[in-house]
T-cell receptor
Framework: GENVEQHPSTLSVQEGDSAVIKCTYS??????FPWYKQELGKGPQLIIDIRSNVGEKKDQRIAVTLNKTAKHFSLHITETQPEDSAVYFC??????????FGAGTRLFVKA | NAGVMQNPRHLVRRRGQEARLRCSPMKGHSHVYWYRQLPEEGLKFMVY????????ESGMPKERFSAEFPKEGPSILRIQQVVRGDSAAYFC?????????????FGSGTRLTVV
């Protein structure tokens, strides 16, 4: 089955700097890659996603890139703000509806 | 649109009791997923259901755990004879029928504590 690895587990940046989170997946048939943000005490919230026929997608300060050959995908957050502090999860879906999540990255943005 | 509703938010059970967790999907969503999150860990897939059908339960322990999504009413995750290791946050998510390439909407979770 699908396996998703995520790095780093913890990331600390200064406000205004960029943050990059990287993930790899094992199943080359995976075709959908969402990213979720989870704040303390809340459920995960979808922040951006990318499909396998696209290499890059951007939404304001957030961008995702996908390298299908290497089975890598990454989340880039520019001009980080304290409210970006949260746990971020990458995920991958193969064919059907079941989604496998990475272990999460705890992002700290220092003011 | 109220989103995915989970209740209760917090549940305390003594070892050996039963825990029942409820999830009402978003309006128009017919697919429900349950995930478990241990403290400081990621989301582990448990089960995927459609109305009156279990589609994939590969992540659910074979004993003590069961799930259903009846024709009427919420999806229920049931844990019988709870043990301390069952303490975790349980999240429900839903997606529309055409949602193979769309993300999930998650509820706020039920935090189960077994004492």
């Amino acid at each position: 089955g699908e396996n998703v690895e995520q790095h780093p587990s913890t990331l600390s940046v200064q406000e205004g700097d960029s943050a990059v989170i990287k993930c790899t997946y094992s199943d080359s048939a995976s075709n959908y890659f969402p990213w979720y943000k989870q704040e303390l005490g809340k459920g995960p919230q979808l922040i951006i996603d990318i499909r396998s026929n696209v290499g890059e997608k951007k939404d304001q300060r957030i961008a995702v890139t996908l390298n299908k050959t290497a089975k890598h995908f990454s989340l880039h957050i520019t001009e980080t703000q304290p409210e970006d502090s949260a746990v971020y999860f990458c995920a991958a879906r193969t064919g059907g509806f079941k989604t496998i999540f990475g272990a999460g990255t705890r992002l700290f943005v220092k003011a | 649109n109220a989103g995915v509703m989970q209740n209760p938010r917090h549940l305390v059970r003594r070892r050996g009791q039963e825990a029942r967790l409820r999830c009402s999907p978003m309006k128009g969503h017919s697919h429900v997923y349950w995930y478990r999150q241990l403290p400081e860990e990621g989301l582990k897939f448990m089960v995927y259901l459609q109305k009156e059908n279990i589609i994939d339960e590969s992540g659910m322990p074979k004993e003590r755990f069961s799930a259903e999504f009846p024709k009427e009413g919420p999806s229920i995750l049931r844990i019988q004879q709870v043990v301390r290791g069952d303490s975790a946050a349980y999240f429900c998510a839903s997606s529309p029928p055409s949602g193979q390439l769309y993300g999930y909407t998650f509820g706020s979770g039920t935090r189960l504590t077994v004492v």
